[in-house]
Nanobody, 121 residues
Framework: QVQLVESGGGLVQPGGSLRLSCAASGTFFSIQSMGWYRQVPGKQRELVATTVSGGNTNYADSVKGRFTVSRDNAKNTVYLQMNNLKPEDTAVYYC???????????????WGQGTQVTVSS
């Protein structure tokens, strides 16, 4: 089983910054991708930023230039540096990991429990 533990959410004023962290633990062969999604009540969960094992990253248009996703492979941890935060960034942020349990298995998707980010003055 794989566990994802997030940290770093909270309340911040518009224009401020926060850094989210997500550490993966458990028994697995490799982590193919790690990233962040967010969800507000009444809306679908949406992609924020992801990074794959080769180093490529993908961002939602709404966060490009403000958010940066990075990964520490040695620690099985993904980070999301969020700068110039806006009220519309308020949401529950979820960590996601695509994990191979063995060398020939499929990639399974795991989710963290979510961390609240509130941007308000």
């Amino acid at each position: 089983q794989v566990q994802l533990v997030e940290s770093g959410g909270g309340l911040v004023q518009p224009g401020g910054s926060l850094r989210l962290s997500c550490a993966a633990s458990g028994t697995f062969f490799s982590i193919q991708s790690m990233g962040w999604y967010r969800q507000v009540p009444g809306k679908q969960r949406e992609l924020v930023a992801t990074t794959v094992s080769g180093g490529n990253t993908n961002y939602a248009d709404s966060v490009k230039g403000r958010f940066t996703v990075s990964r520490d492979n040695a620690k099985n941890t993904v980070y999301l540096q969020m700068n110039n935060l806006k009220p519309e960034d308020t949401a529950v942020y979820y960590c996601n990991a695509g994990v191979k349990r063995g060398p020939t298995t499929s990639v399974y998707s795991y989710w963290g429990q979510g961390t609240q980010v509130t941007v308000s003055s």
